[in-house]
């Protein structure tokens, strides 16, 4: 039996039916944008860094400067290579913005305190010293991304064949999203800086049999948990804490705002994902602190 549950972080709205797809994109462009210190939009120059990759795609002869750019530890051969550098780069901007945390962590890769605003900062420096060069829009997206996959230089060069991240192993998420947990995944042109992508059930059905043997079960989660009507689905519930920060992508399907008389929502600004379950740290957000304080109130 449970007597209660702190739940930190937990998107368990994130299903088709009551998020939109594109809310990831959208939320983690969004903490680009809102990094940015010149007068570039970081989150402009991220854009403009994919879709220049995009294009060279089918130009063999600039892979040669694609490698030197991005220090791969290989040329690439087609265009599937530089695809594969361009969901690298998705990958690891896109998580960068669910561990923005205020002091450095090694949860997913090495990285320093706030590293969206380092990236950001790194990015407009890139492009400032770049602007003139022949492959200029690179060098931002390049500085950005190596914040998240490289950022003490300890590997020698970028392996986009191999996943980054090494803290966290994505075929034990993939699993779940494969099967109950099938969360769907956009991003539209122009509100998000990632590449343009549609969520399409029947493809992403087909990426599942093929990686995993998985049929995903789309309607399970808030048909057997309940809640397409989290207010009313919920009513009954009790002794739960939902906590969720601003800075998180993941926030889009989490509960913010009270269902029942005997639970509590708190969103929390200035936090990015589950850092409420984190150990207190002297970097924290006086938000972050004051939020610790209302659960040890509540439990």
């Not at 500085?143 to 300890?154: E, L």
């Not at 009790?238 to 998180?248: A, K, Q, Y």
Request: aromatic share 12%.
């Amino acid at each position: 039996w449970f007597q209660g549950a702190l739940a930190a972080s937990a998107p368990i709205l994130f299903f088709d039916g009551w998020v939109t797809p594109d809310a990831y994109d959208i939320i983690a462009t969004g903490s680009y944008a809102a990094s940015s210190k010149g007068e570039t939009d970081c989150s402009d120059l991220i854009s403009d860094g994919f879709e220049a990759l995009q294009e060279l795609r089918g130009n063999s002869e600039a892979y040669g400067d694609i490698a030197e750019i991005f220090n791969l530890c290989a040329v690439p051969k087609g265009e599937i290579e530089v695809q594969s550098l361009i969901n690298t780069l998705s990958d690891s901007i896109g998580t960068m913005a669910m561990v923005n945390y205020p002091y450095p962590t090694s949860f997913v890769e090495p990285l320093p305190a706030w590293p969206v605003a380092t990236a950001c900062a790194a990015g407009e420096a890139a492009w400032e010293a770049k602007w003139q060069e022949k492959y200029a829009k690179l060098y931002p997206i390049q500085a950005v991304g190596k914040t998240f996959y490289n950022y003490n230089d300890q590997e020698p060069c970028l392996d986009v064949s191999v996943q980054q991240g090494g803290g966290l192993d994505d075929n034990g998420w993939g699993v779940l999203a494969c099967n109950e947990m099938a969360m769907p995944f956009s991003s539209p042109k122009p509100a998000s800086m990632f590449p343009a992508a549609e969520w399409n059930e029947k493809e992403n059905s087909a990426q599942c049999e093929a990686m995993y043997g998985e049929s995903p079960q789309y309607n399970w989660a808030l048909e057997y948990f309940g809640g397409k009507n989290p207010k009313k689905d919920f009513m009954k519930a009790s002794n739960i804490i939902f906590s969720n920060g601003t800075l998180d992508p993941w926030h889009a399907g989490g509960v913010l705002e009270q269902v029942s008389e005997d639970t509590i929502s708190i969103f929390i600004q200035e936090s990015a994902h589950h850092l409420v379950r984190r150990l207190p740290n002297e970097a924290d957000p006086a938000t972050l602190t004051a939020a610790r304080e209302t659960e040890k109130q509540w439990i």
